[in-house]
């Protein structure tokens, strides 16, 4: 299995016989208005552009995951990537009628905790918490994903959520191969971080059984958190030899 990492939390998971997108953000610099003005400076997002490897990467996608509705997660590009070649596109069912209503071609819908047959495999939506405190009802719905192929390695795609008792009963109960982790510590200009502080990603990395694999880092001006700094809280907690933090069209096989 390859998990090419695109931009933010854009990634595509590559097997034999499939090609998964997740949350595809695919225009170009500078096409999203900031997400805080005060608290960061208010740049326009993404603050990268996409790497040169990704409209090869892009060509060969078979089905597409959205775990919520957010520009960052999908934008008007991925919008129009996903209606151009018609992409089956498999998300949470609070999402469906919006979704369709834009256009997308609507394969599957999910409900949290109810495994269905996918692909070869089977999926299943986990709940997700998008921020400490009230922000999280201001971010809606949100959908992290466990996915079984056949004779492919378990991934779990936590998605933009903190750590809570759903995220840790996946990593403990289903124990996945390889889980995703955003790192980025994104916060507004009003209220708690929307995503895991750094001593919860050390958490979710040791509680991790298997791989970790950490994105949505260094694309959005409301993410302050480093590559660098991230890697070296691994180092000095002993948790980087499990982790892989890559760089904007990096490929990690596992």
């Known amino acids: 299995m390859k998990l090419h990492h695109l931009r933010n939390a854009t990634l595509v998971i590559e097997t034999e016989k499939h090609v998964v997108l997740i949350d595809p953000m695919l225009g170009k610099r500078k096409t999203i208005a900031p997400f805080t003005i005060f608290r960061y400076k208010p740049k326009r997002n993404p603050l990268k552009v996409l790497p040169k490897n990704s409209r090869e990467i892009l060509s060969k996608v078979t089905h ?31 999402d469906e009628e919006v979704l369709a209503k834009r256009g997308l ?16 495999g089977k999926i299943t939506g986990i709940p997700a918490l998008h921020g400490y ?11 992290g994903f466990h996915i079984e192929l056949e004779n ?16 840790k009963k996946v990593l403990m109960e289903l124990k996945p191969d390889i889980a995703t982790v955003a790192c980025g510590t994104a916060r507004l200009d009003f209220g708690q971080p929307l995503l895991m502080r750094m001593d ?28 660098e700094q991230l890697k070296q809280a691994l180092i000095d907690n002993n948790l980087m ?9 990096e490929c990690v096989e596992y």
């Not at 071609?105 to 070869?120: G, R």
């Not at 405190?133 to 959908?143: C, E």
């Not at 030899?241 to 069209?249: A, I, L, M, R």
């Open 241 to 249: 030899s499990k982790t892989s933090v890559p760089n904007d069209g």
């Open 152 to 167: 492919e390695k378990s991934v779990y795609i936590s998605s933009d959520t903190i750590l809570t008792e759903d995220v």
């Open 200 to 227: 919860d990603i050390l958490k979710f990395t040791a509680l991790a059984p298997g791989k970790v694999f950490a994105n949505h880092l260094e694309a959005l001006n409301h993410c302050p958190t480093t590559r």
């Open 105 to 120: 071609t609507i394969s599957q819908t999910l409900n949290y905790w109810e495994p269905q047959p996918f692909l070869d």
């Open 64 to 94: 597409c995951l959205i775990t919520h509705l957010h520009p960052d997660h999908l934008d008007k590009a991925g919008e129009i990537f996903l209606r151009r070649k018609s992409i089956p596109v498999i998300c949470n069912a609070k």
């Open 133 to 143: 405190g009230f922000i999280a009802k201001l971010m809606g719905n949100v959908m």
